[in-house]
């Protein structure tokens, strides 16, 4: 096989003649889609887009039962494929220049082969097969995910037409190169797809190409979770610019690029698409989406969730009235960025950032790891961009916080025990771990969970999907419940360690950590809970009597230096405090027993969540003063059937190596309670 030849040439160091290896080889910056690596850096040291073409091709030799014209045909069309894709900058622009399509690239990939056939043309009918199938490469594997309609492929079909292979030739060799395409980037995902992949190409070659819906193109879109489409979907005005705006376009890296948007930004944002596309734009890339949605990051690609962030707050901005009157909001800092070339054809969606925006951005990332600096960095960010922040919490390590709200899990099975009725909601249920719970232990309710935040939505629709989970997303305000349920229909609500985050991070009536943002919360939930229906909560409390002190000795005499900052940092309340032993030494400082204990929380996390941990009071009530809360929100009818508090499990390990808590009198104590679980239970009056 002279391919394997030059492939062999080119790994051992010697002379080889093929172009589109040499393009390959010289590419500075190949075009990579970012689901196939987990690390940016491996670009600084690897050809991604080399690597899958040698893999592709190994398999291709790994191949039994094919015949030598066959594996020949593969080999040279597998090497070309993603030639446009390659190339140094130089080249790149002389290929652009010359009217090479650089954004489809299954196309730019067989103008690149025919113009090393040169200026005569096809000189036989070998290369006019490889030249059709470049021209349609990937397209199989686009279908299944909903970015072209299977009609893209018929080209192939000229090739039985013109009787260059006969039916089953090219069912064969068509299925071997879609093999060989699928296990390059994921054996797994040639499992899941084999059979589609057959059925997909059976519907080819026998013509059957009724178009798909646009409903079921977006289905596709979003790996198969229907989530809110159809919902979204049944608004006429809505339904009939995706019909009318679809037929006939492809789409690119839409997976990669908007996978982690909710299903109403998803929604908005191809309705944006497709509206600045127009109906003489064939394509629709979102490649330069995708490249800004991700940095490196401890090792490994991670989304770029600030970026994320202020796009979500933007496109929420927009109603669908206003999308689809062409009227986009006008901000300083962001704004659509939406570019049509290829003579019409290729529209690219992207979004513009302010020069003070991308170094606010860069400053986001680059502080990271230095917890006041970057909490100072998130400020200016959520000033600039005017953010609710419950609605966009856990910037900084968002996927370790939904693990650690799930390895918590032991402390809330209590909560079981108090599920009632046939609806039950968690209000913001982190990464869904309660979700699980309660649908094993009560299959046969209605199991919701509600949240603001468009991340957490869209991360949990997508587990769902994956996981196959029986329990329910939906986007609501914990402040404007009747605005999400009709009054009656749910029987539990569950506030899992969520209460002290809203009422740390919501100004209410002009003022964070406000205790009537509780109570408003409280009366939202019971106005619209079912007569015997459940309030269920489980947060941080308040030791009484609060006028009680500690000492704490810390172990090592630097970590003060942790507590003075927490002290300069917390603004839940301001804090007093006496140093007991003289600088520099100083290991005992001494407090109010409740300032103690808010200190504590976030000393027991670590430096990583110092910036988030140290903007919340997680005790923000006493038993007390949960009970004239719950009294005044709820009224007369509510009877709080268990209200208890406790030392959460952990906290006493984590700390005994870092301090020892005393009382006034030098006296070792034990921790203060951290926890209360309630139950409030509607009554019939």
């Not at 839409?254 to 127009?278: N, Q, R, T, Y």
Request: net charge negative.
């Amino acid at each position: 096989m002279s391919v394997i030849s030059d492939i062999s040439a080119y790994q051992n160091n010697q002379p080889y003649s093929n172009a589109a290896l040499q393009y390959l080889v010289e590419a500075e910056r190949p075009i990579i889609n970012f689901e196939r690596i987990s690390s940016l850096s491996a670009e600084h040291y690897q050809n991604p887009v080399l690597d899958y073409v040698l893999q592709t091709l190994e398999l291709l030799q790994a191949e039994d039962h094919i015949s030598y014209w066959q594996r020949d045909l593969l080999a040279e069309v597998l090497l070309w494929s993603d030639a446009a894709k390659a190339g140094s900058t130089p080249r790149r622009k002389q290929w652009a220049a010359e009217g090479i399509n650089l954004v489809v690239h299954n196309v730019g990939s067989a103008q690149l082969y025919k113009k090393a056939l040169g200026s005569n043309g096809f000189p036989d009918e070998r290369s006019q097969i490889i030249y059709t199938m470049i021209y349609t490469h990937g397209l199989i594997g686009q279908y299944l995910r909903g970015e072209v309609e299977l009609h893209e492929s018929l080209p192939l079909l000229h090739i039985i037409d013109d009787k260059l292979l006969s039916r089953d030739e090219l069912a064969k060799t068509l299925y071997i190169y879609n093999k060989c395409m699928i296990r390059a980037v994921s054996e797994d995902l040639w499992v899941r797809l084999d059979k589609s992949v057959k059925m997909t190409l059976d519907k080819l070659l026998n013509r059957d190409l009724d178009a798909e819906t646009p409903f079921q193109r977006l289905v596709k879109l979003r790996s198969g979770n229907t989530g809110e489409l159809p919902e979204l979907l049944e608004n006429p005005e809505i339904k009939r610019c995706f019909h009318d705006g679809m037929s006939g376009k492809t789409f690119w890296y839409v997976e990669a690029a908007l996978s982690g948007f909710s299903d109403e930004l998803f929604i908005k944002i191809m309705m944006i698409a497709l509206m600045k596309a127009g109906l003489s734009s064939n394509h629709i890339s979102f490649e330069n989406l995708m490249v800004g949605l991700y940095y490196q990051s401890k090792g490994k690609k991670s989304i770029n969730v600030y970026r994320q962030r202020i796009i979500e707050h933007y496109i929420d901005q927009m109603t669908f009235a206003d999308i689809l009157n062409h009227t986009f909001p006008v901000n300083e800092h962001i704004s659509l960025d939406c570019v049509t070339d290829m003579d019409g054809h290729v529209t690219s969606f992207n979004f513009r950032f302010s020069n003070v925006s991308e170094s606010l951005l860069r400053f986001c990332m680059e502080a990271e790891n230095s917890g006041p600096l970057f909490e100072k960095a998130i400020v200016m960010l959520y000033d600039l961009f005017q953010f609710r922040r419950d609605a966009y919490d856990r910037l900084q390590n968002e996927e370790s916080y939904l693990d650690d709200m799930n390895g918590s899990l032991e402390h809330k099975r209590m909560i079981l025990d108090y599920v009632v009725g046939d609806t039950v909601v968690d209000i913001g249920p982190g990464g869904g771990a309660l979700l699980d719970e309660l649908s094993l232990a009560f299959p046969e309710k209605n199991i919701i969970g509600m949240d603001i935040a468009e991340n957490v939505i869209a991360a949990l629709n997508k587990r769902k999907f994956e996981e196959e989970r029986s329990w329910n997303i939906r986007r609501g305000d914990a402040l404007n419940l009747e605005d999400t349920f009709k009054a009656g229909e749910v029987s539990t609500f569950i506030f899992s360690s969520v209460l002290h985050e809203l009422y740390s991070y919501i100004p209410f009536e002009g003022s964070k950590f406000n205790a009537n943002v509780i109570k408003r919360i409280l009366k939202e939930a019971y106005s619209v809970l079912a007569r015997g229906g459940r309030i269920i909560i489980r947060d941080g409390v308040k030791t009484e009597p609060e006028d009680e002190e500690r000492i704490i000795r810390f172990s090592n005499p630097d970590d003060v230096k942790i507590f003075y900052q927490y002290v300069r940092d917390f603004k839940g309340r301001k804090m007093k405090f006496e140093t007991l032993t003289p600088a520099p030494d100083i290991i005992e400082v001494r407090l109010p027993v409740n300032d103690a204990m808010e200190f504590l929380y976030t000393y027991t996390w670590g430096p990583e969540a110092y910036a988030h941990e140290v903007q919340e009071q997680f005790g923000y009530f006493t038993p007390r003063e949960f009970r004239e809360t719950i009294g005044e929100a709820c009224g007369d009818s509510a009877n709080i059937i268990v209200l208890k508090h406790y030392l959460q499990q952990g906290y006493e390990e984590a700390l005994a190596p870092k301090m020892t808590l005393l009382d006034t009198n030098h006296h070792q104590v034990q921790l203060p309670d951290s926890t209360c679980f309630i139950v409030i239970e509607k009554g019939s009056r």
